[in-house]
């Protein structure tokens, strides 16, 4: 079955943006859940050109500017009243541009009961707390909050069987730098996929001067990097599989952009949301060890709580692998980890980045996204 095109919605986004054809693959029932998982693949239909500087460039360069000063002059404990006051300033426009969708998203995975707008605003301060978080690590020695890290035991417990693990990682708003740190600190060595573009913007500016800086303070808690290029997947696959044949940690981002197939699946009271295929792909096609992360600020700059799910493991994966591509397994595991995503949505949805849909894909006139989609 062929979909309308789409892509960064070309309602919505600069012409700039890239062109995709996404087509369903499969629709996988999964029968002891009673729940489908529908499969897509998504094909580049135009690359779109690399713009040299946009709007948002310089608003993210006033901020790390203005973020790099807080973090060096002001004390910590100003710093969350701060972000707060920053939040507020483009308000009106926020809610007019991205509060509707956002309502629609929240509303029909949490249900109607909840209160929109104060998660909305919460989450735009989140943002801004995230960006400070950067500049806090730039500026370097005056900041050490508190990091717990639960679940690396069963973590460490699963690398004893010697076939690696891969730990997939929502979005939520200290994940990015806070989860990393938590693994590096209690000694775990990752390796984290992610795309040539990470960070705050996919112009030739950003690229040259506003990402780097926020690589290169996830690559202190990082053994290495692998940049994940569509047209070298097969190369980027190849490597995965080296690193957990070595017995290797590999973090996966929740992002669906990145690769060639992504899945969708309800979530909560009548939403869906849309997940990436790779790491169940290698968890069902392998012995690796799959887990689920949810990284959350408990108290702004102050206490942080970075949480691995138990193994996500469906009964099936128990008796053994034959490197074939089971697309129940992989349903089984993708249901697994909508359940865990479910779970951190309820504790803390105000610093989840990336919300889906109150529609399926199929039934949307474009592929409408709520909130940016970060990777890592």
């Not at 060096?72 to 509060?99: E, G, N, T, Y």
């Not at 699963?158 to 740190?181: E, M, N, P, Y």
């Not at 209690?186 to 690229?207: C, K, P, R, T």
């Amino acid at each position: 079955m062929r979909l309308s095109w789409f892509a960064k919605s070309r309602n919505h986004k600069p012409p700039s943006a890239a062109t995709f054809r996404s087509e369903i693959i499969a629709d996988i029932l999964v029968p002891e859940r009673a729940e489908d998982v529908r499969f897509f693949s998504r094909k580049i239909v135009h690359p779109g050109r690399v713009r040299r500087f946009s709007n948002q460039d310089l608003r993210e360069s006033l901020l790390a500017a203005f973020y790099l000063v807080v973090a060096a002059s002001v004390p910590v404990r100003w710093w969350a009243s701060i972000c707060d006051r920053m939040s507020r300033l483009r308000l009106k426009r926020h809610m007019r541009k991205q509060f509707p969708g956002y309502a629609a998203a929240t509303r029909a995975v949490l249900g109607g009961s909840i209160d929109a707008r104060k998660l909305f605003e919460a989450l735009l301060a989140a943002r801004h707390r995230r960006r400070l978080q950067l500049a806090a690590h730039l500026a370097g020695f005056r900041w050490a909050p508190t990091i717990r890290l639960e679940g690396q035991e069963e973590l460490q417990a699963a690398l004893q069987h010697g076939h690696g693990a891969i730990v997939w990682c929502d979005q939520f708003t200290s994940q990015t730098i806070i989860g990393k740190r938590a693994l590096h600190e209690a000694g775990i060595e990752a390796h984290q996929v992610s795309v040539n573009s990470h960070g705050v913007s996919e112009s030739m500016f950003g690229l040259r001067f506003l990402n780097p800086p926020l690589v290169k303070v996830e690559n202190r808690y990082l053994k290495s990097r692998i940049v994940f290029e569509r047209d070298d997947a097969y190369q980027v696959t190849i490597r995965i599989q080296k690193i957990l044949k070595r017995n290797g940690v590999v973090l996966m981002t929740n992002t669906i952009h990145a690769g060639s197939t992504f899945t969708e699946v309800a979530i909560g009271e009548s939403g869906w949301t849309h997940l990436a295929s790779a790491p169940a792909n290698f968890a069902a096609r392998g012995r690796a060890a799959l887990f689920a992360m949810s990284t959350f600020e408990t108290v702004p700059f102050r206490e942080y709580r970075a949480v691995i799910s138990p193994e996500l493991l469906p009964a099936e994966a128990e008796t053994g692998w034959d490197g074939a591509k089971d697309m129940v397994l992989q349903a089984r595991y993708i249901l697994l980890k909508r359940d865990r995503l479910l779970e951190a949505l309820k504790l803390f949805p105000e610093q989840m980045l990336i919300w889906s849909s109150s529609r399926r894909l199929t039934e949307a006139s474009d592929h409408t996204m709520t909130g940016d989609d970060t990777g890592s």
